[in-house]
């Protein structure tokens, strides 16, 4: 790349920066966080707009993640309220094995300067659902009853494959004997059931999908699940910085009940309408509340996704080509540091994505940043690896033609051994770029926005055309990254050494 | 203008030369020939520091090639190697000018040297925005010897300048290089396996076998009074090329 086309670059990049800083949180905003799946989203929305309503400037995070993610969030005071599951609080977050009542779990919170205002007025429970026809057929009615059946598939979301409350504690209670266990998306298990790729999943009892996939919730007859009390968290320290806000996050109490909630989530997930707009109609009907629901049209949605996307490609691609081309360079003067170095960046390429991100939740919090570090770090190799290959490549007498021109070692570098190795060097950030634009998806898992979004958000409604409205870009941001680098090469790299 | 004095250099197990004591004179030709693997280019790379003899020592114009004054030392000698060494990413005018350019140089000083030589090699001017594999074998040879000559050095190493030519225009190089060398009257040292080769561009051939100078002399003093019956061989075994040259 000639100088003045690799500052241009830098350029671009930079002024992209500022998009990161916007991801941050700006002064007297009140912000509130939803878990990535439909009712905790719908709730969010109520709760931004009753907060709007009460004229305090509030930003709704929608679908950050899991749990963990999103109370570590409020704990952090990266969000300020959100809705919580009781049972969730108590044996996933606090780690408690026995039931906690409620003025335990409010004076436990308390100490990490939340509060736990109370319910909303509904309780989703965990249940497992067995389609009705299949339920029938092998005569099942409890969870007990599953014991007779060890050859049921039975698929769970993740996050309830893993938690204490979920299939682990399940398993040992009843003692069910079905091996055949995975765990997968929680609205594609659904889909697996309607599919008759599945039989039994777990269903939270306000799912729209029990209905409408004609499920049957089997009775808990060892009172395995405890009680998932809907509640408000918020941080104490909002009741100083905005009683406003505060009072008008209480209006939730008491609002929603099961039967309601259950209506919220179908009308989202069965007849596909936009949270937000079921959210203000709701709060339209209850309170009369103007709520002016925004909507954002699909080009400024998609410029925003592409911006956010951009972004988080850019970033972390400019970070690494910074790092590993001098690596790379090190790799290749030093061979045996250059092994380690080349097995080490090796490594980091196996860390699956998501565990990457979690990890990184503590230090770096939710959004833009521990993505950026995923892709920064996944970036590495390729560039590394082929900086390398690129200079080890350099044929032996070349090198000494350099030498017995009397270049010193940093000439020699400068002018001959990284222009001889740019081919490579460029195919390396290509490729870097290419897996970073289909990597940087799963940044929408932990709320770092970009095409992964509309992804994520297709698959939980079970909408194709939400699911290509973030595939589609990503596939033709790739090729233009493609065609991008691959111009650059012919604008960079002489016509003496073109392939 | 080079002194060798008990120069010894090995390969792992294998000896590549055995105690070398050798002057070239400044101004002279020297031709150094012998069998594959006589010592010849071995010597030749002492001379500019791309290797360094395990024993003994190597002097250019009475300096030791230290590892400090090396990078100096080299731009006072151009080199030469059988394939060129061209850089592929950089046409021929900006191979012949990359170090003058490294160095500073100015346009209106590079110009002159660049006419100069395009003149003296016979290489077109139109060829010098080519780049190298655009460029015949025998044209790649000429930019080479530019470049081992754009900063006007007192001395010239050529490893096998010609050897991956085709004959003719291996005849019409070295006419060229002959003239080239009376010309500049610089200190050269070539290496070739081509006895006739020698005889033609050199004042003084240097005839080496297993690591050791066997005999220094002009072609006559190899052929009337050879030092040892290696030589006679040798010379019986070029014959056929030497009556192609000398006549």
New interface residues.
């Given amino acids: 790349m000639t100088a003045r086309r690799a500052w241009a670059f830098l350029g671009v990049l930079s002024a992209l920066m500022p998009l990161l800083a916007g991801c941050g949180r700006t002064g007297d905003e009140v912000v509130i966080g939803s878990k990535k799946f439909t009712e905790s989203v719908v709730l969010g929305e109520v709760l931004k707009d009753l907060v709007a309503d009460s004229g305090t400037p509030v930003r709704h995070r929608r679908a950050l993640g899991g749990s963990r993610i999103l109370f570590n969030a409020l704990a952090n005071g990266e969000i300020d309220a959100y809705v919580e599951y009781t049972g969730t609080l108590t044996h996933e977050i606090l780690a408690r094995s026995e039931p906690q009542d409620e003025a335990a779990l409010v004076a436990r919170l308390a100490t990490d300067g939340i509060r736990m205002a109370g319910s909303i007025g509904f309780q989703n429970n965990f249940a497992l659902g067995i389609p009705e026809s299949r339920a029938a057929a092998l005569g099942v009615a409890s969870i007990s009853d599953l014991k007779a059946h060890p050859d049921l598939r039975l698929r769970f979301g993740s996050e309830f494959m893993d938690r204490a409350d979920g299939w682990p504690g399940l398993r040992d209670v009843y003692g069910l004997p079905q091996r055949d266990v995975r765990g997968v998306e929680h609205e594609l298990a659904y889909r697996a059931l309607g599919a008759g790729d599945a039989d039994v999943t777990e269903v939270y009892t306000t799912d729209a999908e029990i209905a409408a996939y004609d499920l049957r919730t089997l009775v808990d007859d060892q009172g395995y699940f405890p009680r998932y009390d809907a509640v408000l968290l918020y941080r104490a320290d909002l009741e100083q910085r905005s009683p406003l806000a505060v009072a008008a996050l209480r209006r939730s109490l008491g609002l929603i009940d099961a039967e309601r909630m259950i209506a919220l989530n179908a009308a989202v997930k069965i007849d596909g309408r936009a949270e937000a707009e079921v959210a203000a109609d709701w709060l339209r009907t209850r309170f009369d509340l103007a709520v002016a629901a925004p909507t954002e049209g699909r080009a400024a949605r998609l410029l925003r996704y592409t911006l956010e996307h951009a972004m988080l490609v850019g970033v972390s691609l400019l970070a690494a080509v910074v790092v590993a081309v001098p690596l790379g360079i090190l790799a290749a003067y030093r061979r045996r540091l250059g092994q380690s170095l080349l097995a080490l960046v090796g490594i980091l390429q196996t860390i699956p994505a998501l565990a990457l991100l979690v990890v990184m939740i503590p230090f770096l919090g939710i959004g833009a940043g521990p993505a950026l570090v995923a892709l920064f770090l996944y970036s590495l190799l390729p560039i590394v690896r082929n900086t390398h290959a690129g200079l080890v490549g350099i044929p032996a007498?070349?090198r000494?033609?350099?030498?017995?021109?009397?270049?010193?070692a940093g000439?020699r570098l400068w002018?001959?051994e990284l222009?001889?190795a740019?081919p490579t060097l460029l195919a390396g950030i290509k490729t870097a770029a290419v897996i970073n634009i289909g990597a940087a998806t799963l940044g929408a898992l932990i709320g770092a926005g970009g095409y992964g979004q509309p992804i994520l958000a297709g698959i939980r409604l079970d909408d194709t055309g939400l699911i290509l409205e973030g595939a589609i870009p990503s596939a033709l941001f790739a090729l233009a990254a493609q065609w991008f680098f691959e111009r650059a090469e012919r604008a960079a790299?002489?016509?003496?050494?073109r392939g | 203008m080079f002194v060798l004095d008990q120069v010894f250099k090995r390969y792992g197990q294998a000896t590549a030369l055995d105690g070398v004591t050798l002057a070239f004179e400044r101004g002279r030709t020297t031709a150094l020939i012998g069998p594959s693997g006589c010592g010849k280019s071995t010597l030749l790379r002492l001379l500019i520091g791309l290797l360094t003899p395990d024993a003994g020592s190597v002097r250019f114009d009475a300096q030791p090639l230290a590892a400090a004054s090396l990078r100096r030392l080299r731009q006072r000698m151009g080199y030469v190697i059988q394939q060129g060494g061209l850089f592929p990413h950089l046409t021929a005018r900006q191979n012949v000018t990359l170090m003058a350019r490294h160095l500073g140089w100015s346009q209106a000083r590079i110009a002159p040297c660049l006419a100069d030589l395009t003149a003296l090699t016979h290489f077109p001017a139109d060829g010098l925005d080519r780049y190298p594999s655009e460029l015949s074998g025998g044209q790649n040879q000429r930019v080479a010897l530019m470049r081992a000559l754009m900063l006007d050095p007192e001395a010239l190493l050529l490893d096998e300048p010609l050897g991956a030519l085709d004959p003719m225009i291996r005849y019409e190089l070295q006419e060229e290089l002959k003239q080239v060398f009376a010309t500049l009257g610089k200190t050269v040292v070539l290496v070739t396996h081509d006895l006739a080769e020698a005889a033609f561009l050199a004042h003084t051939i240097v005839l080496m076998r297993a690591g050791r100078v066997v005999q220094v002399g002009c072609l006559t003093d190899l052929m009337t009074a050879p030092a040892e019956p290696f030589v006679e061989q040798f010379i019986r075994a070029q014959r056929s090329h030497l009556t192609e040259a000398v006549f």
Wanted: proline letters at 9%; glycine letters at 10%; a neutral charge.
């Fill in positions: 007498t070349l000494e033609s350099a030498d017995a021109l009397g270049l010193s000439a002018r001959i222009p001889l740019l790299v002489p016509r003496g050494i």
